[in-house]
């Protein structure tokens, strides 16, 4: 008896969770601000703010500046893609990203969202060095890479005005710009970032105008924008960052001003608390560190500091070129004529429109 209780039980308990309805997918939204993701149906979007419908607790607006990545509900393909370009995995991503047909997604929001990532992609590939080839097999001119990804991104910027992407794309844009040498064309999308009412994306319009007047040389404008990042109202995960950073780049004009020992210490702290995982910001501290050790004639400690990024750091670009120019004037200096022509070909290879480039020339 007891035996047949139990499996009716069992059957009944079967019944039920074949019949129950199945648990809707829901949108899952990782923000700067908290640990956990927010889950939801994304309701709408706009430059500045995203409604999200939390079930058991109704509609919550979040800030586009807050916002560090978006899974939308169901497209797994568009998820691995975007899992893959955060990871740097750039030309994986975007061979995942070909393979979505838009016609066949039935949310206009995740349209635009493949349709931001390919330009992302393409842009982030285009930065890197490492375009496909042409038609004919040659290695497509990376000038002629970074033209052809900023339209890109400007077409998707006409398309979708209304993009959360807003700001990330026009500074996507400026970074473009940046690596073909027009500065000041890349201040005037980095500009855009100040009409954001966010505190944090006000202050990255701050950090990405000085380093643009940096590269130009302009170290006293670029210390006001440091400065200014350094005292605006920043905070969480993000605006840490961007303290980090700016902090950094005030060092180039701390060294030039003759306060290089204050530098050294300054990047040194920032070496000894950073994640092993964060390339960008290490590749720019050991530039940093390398720039004040030739300022100090240490050249020993310089050549450590630019190999370092040649050797573990190469993904970043901007950085990787200007950790090359310096190999090659070291390298130089040192009697090593060879390892200064190698550093010389990879810098001309990868990076021929770089300023860099320009300099050794």
Same mark, same amino acid.
């Given at each position: 008896?007891?035996?047949?209780?139990?499996?009716?039980?069992?059957?009944?308990?079967?019944?039920?969770?074949?019949?129950?309805?199945?648990?809707?997918?829901?949108?899952?939204?990782?923000?700067?601000?908290?640990?956990?993701?927010?889950?939801?149906?994304?309701?709408?979007?706009?430059?500045?703010?995203?409604?999200?419908?939390?079930?058991?607790?109704?509609?919550?607006?979040?800030?586009?500046?807050?916002?560090?990545?978006?899974?939308?509900?169901?497209?797994?393909?568009?998820?691995?893609?975007?899992?893959?370009?955060?990871?740097?995995?750039?030309?994986?991503?975007?061979?995942?990203?070909?393979?979505?047909?838009?016609?066949?997604?039935?949310?206009?929001?995740?349209?635009?969202?493949?349709?931001?990532?390919?330009? !992302?992609? @393409? #842009?982030?590939? $285009?930065?890197?060095?490492?375009?496909? =080839? +042409?038609? %004919? *097999?040659?290695?497509? /001119?990376?000038?002629?890479?970074?033209?052809?990804?900023?339209?890109?991104?400007?077409?998707?910027?006409?398309?979708?005005?209304?993009?959360?992407?807003?700001?990330?794309?026009?500074?996507?844009?400026?970074?473009?710009?940046?690596?073909?040498?027009?500065?000041?064309?890349?201040?005037?999308?980095?500009?855009?970032?100040?009409?954001?009412?966010?505190?944090?994306?006000?202050?990255?319009?701050?950090?990405?105008?000085?380093?643009?007047?940096?590269?130009?040389?302009? !170290?006293? @404008? #670029?210390?006001? $924008?440091?400065?200014?990042?350094?005292? =605006? +109202?920043? %905070? *969480?995960?993000?605006? /840490?960052?961007?303290?980090?950073?700016?902090?950094?780049?005030?060092?180039?004009?701390?060294?030039?001003?003759?306060?290089?020992?204050?530098?050294?210490?300054?990047?040194?702290?920032?070496?000894?608390?950073?994640?092993?995982?964060?390339?960008?910001?290490?590749?720019?501290?050991?530039?940093?560190?390398?720039?004040?050790?030739?300022?100090?004639?240490?050249?020993?400690?310089?050549?450590?500091?630019?190999?370092?990024?040649?050797?573990?750091?190469?993904?970043?670009?901007?950085?990787? #070129?200007?950790?090359?120019?310096?190999?090659?004037?070291?390298?130089?200096?040192?009697?090593?004529?060879?390892?200064?022509?190698?550093?010389?070909?990879?810098?001309?290879?990868?990076?021929?429109?770089?300023?860099?480039?320009?300099?050794?020339?």
């Amino acid at each position: 008896m007891t035996r047949m209780i139990f499996r009716a039980m069992l059957a009944g308990s079967l019944l039920l969770a074949c019949c129950a309805p199945a648990r809707a997918q829901t949108d899952r939204i990782k923000v700067y601000s908290e640990k956990n993701s927010v889950q939801g149906t994304v309701e709408s979007i706009t430059r500045n703010e995203i409604v999200v419908s939390v079930p058991m607790a109704g509609a919550r607006t979040i800030s586009s500046g807050d916002i560090e990545l978006i899974l939308f509900a169901g497209d797994n393909a568009l998820q691995k893609a975007q899992l893959a370009a955060t990871k740097g995995e750039f030309k994986d991503a975007a061979d995942l990203l070909e393979g979505i047909r838009p016609t066949e997604l039935n949310r206009e929001m995740v349209r635009a969202e493949v349709a931001y990532w390919k330009a !992302y992609c @393409a #842009a982030k590939i $285009a930065l890197s060095g490492q375009s496909e =080839s +042409d038609d %004919s *097999g040659e290695q497509k /001119d990376p000038a002629a890479a970074a033209k052809q990804a900023g339209s890109e991104m400007l077409a998707f910027l006409k398309d979708h005005p209304t993009t959360y992407h807003y700001y990330e794309a026009n500074e996507i844009v400026g970074d473009l710009l940046m690596a073909i040498g027009q500065y000041e064309n890349a201040q005037k999308f980095y500009d855009k970032l100040s009409e954001s009412p966010s505190a944090d994306v006000k202050a990255r319009a701050d950090l990405l105008r000085g380093r643009a007047m940096q590269m130009e040389g302009k !170290y006293d @404008a #670029a210390l006001a $924008a440091y400065d200014s990042v350094l005292k =605006s +109202d920043v %905070s *969480g995960k993000r605006g /840490d960052q961007e303290l980090i950073e700016a902090k950094i780049g005030r060092t180039y004009s701390l060294a030039s001003s003759g306060k290089v020992d204050e530098a050294v210490k300054l990047l040194k702290n920032i070496v000894a608390n950073a994640d092993d995982d964060d390339t960008e910001l290490l590749a720019r501290t050991y530039d940093a560190l390398g720039n004040c050790y030739r300022q100090l004639k240490d050249n020993k400690q310089a050549l450590w500091a630019y190999l370092r990024v040649d050797t573990l750091y190469g993904s970043v670009p901007e950085a990787h #070129a200007e950790a090359l120019a310096n190999l090659v004037v070291l390298w130089e200096d040192a009697k090593h004529p060879e390892r200064a022509r190698d550093a010389r070909d990879r810098l001309q290879q990868r990076y021929p429109f770089s300023r860099w480039n320009k300099q050794i020339r």
